[in-house]
């Protein structure tokens, strides 16, 4: 069988990439909402924090660390930089988690961790995600326990908002 036939399985590199195409779509969708639509965005500024939260706890629990010991010296400092734009991006949460749409500084708020995102998206991307595929890691069982620790975030942001 050819490998057309016989795709990789998924990994841990995969799922983070399906991470940034949704928060990615999210940024999007805020910026065609109307500008006094603010329920909508809300709404979107919500679970654009939710999925970026659990995004960056995964990464810095299951492939940070991880990857830190698999790279070489020079390649380490990706990694410390991704370290860095995460705690940048948790900022930047914090911040509009205390805003309502429609409070000065919501927008512009919401803009900048996009924009943050985005350069933090393009450089795992482009630079430390190709690096890490080149490694010994296994990204495939990275990648189940990533899947079972995203599902406990997203269940226990659940049971938080069921609570209040």
Do not use: W
């Not at 995969?14 to 603010?38: G, K, P, S, T, V």
């Not at 010991?69 to 705690?87: G, S």
Request: proline share 2%; charged share 30%; with cysteine.
């Amino acid at each position: 069988m050819s490998a057309a036939h016989n795709p990789r399985p998924i990994d841990a590199l995969d799922m983070l990439e399906a991470d940034h195409r949704a928060i990615e779509q999210l940024f999007d969708a805020f910026e065609r909402a109307e500008r006094d639509d603010y329920e909508r965005k809300n709404t979107l500024v919500q679970r654009a924090c939710e999925l970026l939260t659990i995004h960056a706890i995964v990464e810095e629990e299951m492939l940070y660390p991880v990857a830190q010991n698999a790279l070489t010296a020079d390649q380490r400092i990706d990694v410390d930089e991704a370290y860095v734009e995460h705690f940048l991006v948790k900022t930047l949460i914090e911040r509009i988690t205390s805003l309502r749409a429609g409070d000065d500084g919501f927008d512009a708020t919401f803009k900048v961790l996009k924009e943050n995102t985005t350069h933090h998206i393009e450089e795992e991307e482009t630079t430390l995600f190709p690096e890490v595929r080149k490694t010994q890691m296994d990204l495939v069982a990275i990648g189940a326990k990533l899947a079972a620790r995203k599902l406990a975030l997203h269940e226990h942001i659940a049971e938080t908002a069921l609570a209040h």
